[in-house]
């Protein structure tokens, strides 16, 4: 359930898919309407990404809002373990992505003292979802952590975290408990 109306990870995927439009549009359709319609839309997105998405939390940091409703409200310092998310955005291709903001806001994401759904066990640890029990962690937000990190040596290391949660049964599960991957 969202706690507000506005998912700024799918508002960024979906101003990337509208780059990928109004692209195309230029090739195959040239279609007036549908680019005029399309970089509206998109201004309109961004616009509201930039104004509401990019918020400062308490300790005067800038990060990405994982919800907001355009009145004050915002969810910051959350990540659900599906796609899209913020851990995900590089991966969503949106030319306007702010790396600066999207360092912190993974910095973020990644301390199980800030994100509540940030689970460490004795074998395994990453984002888990409020669509699981506490404690559960997601191996495809272990995937999305080890492919938008930049250290080889933190990939191999979340590789090796997402043989474990086979528990023993060759097996990728949706979630499974940061303390029992056996």
């Known amino acids: 359930p ?73 969810l910051a310092d959350f990540d659900d373990a599906n796609l899209p998310s913020l851990l995900s955005l590089p991966l969503l291709g949106w030319p306007k992505l702010d790396m600066e903001v999207y360092a912190a806001t993974r910095r973020r994401l990644l301390d199980p003292g800030i994100n509540p759904q940030y689970f460490r066990g004795k074998d395994i640890q990453g984002i888990g979802s409020e669509h699981t029990m506490p404690g559960y962690v997601w191996p495809l937000a272990m995937v999305t952590e080890a492919l938008t990190d930049k250290s080889i040596e933190q990939r191999a290391r979340i590789a090796k975290m997402l043989l474990q949660t086979q528990c023993g049964n060759g097996l990728m599960h949706e979630s499974v408990h940061a303390n029992r991957t056996t």
């Open 2 to 74: 969202n706690f507000y109306g506005y998912s700024i990870p799918s508002n960024v995927y979906a101003a990337s898919a509208l780059y990928k439009l109004i692209e195309m549009n230029k090739v195959v359709w040239m279609d007036d309407a549908l680019h005029s319609k399309s970089a509206r839309l998109l201004t309109d997105i961004e616009n509201g990404i930039e104004r509401y998405g990019i918020v400062t939390v308490g300790d005067g940091v800038r990060v990405y809002a994982y919800e907001v409703d355009g009145i004050g409200g915002v």
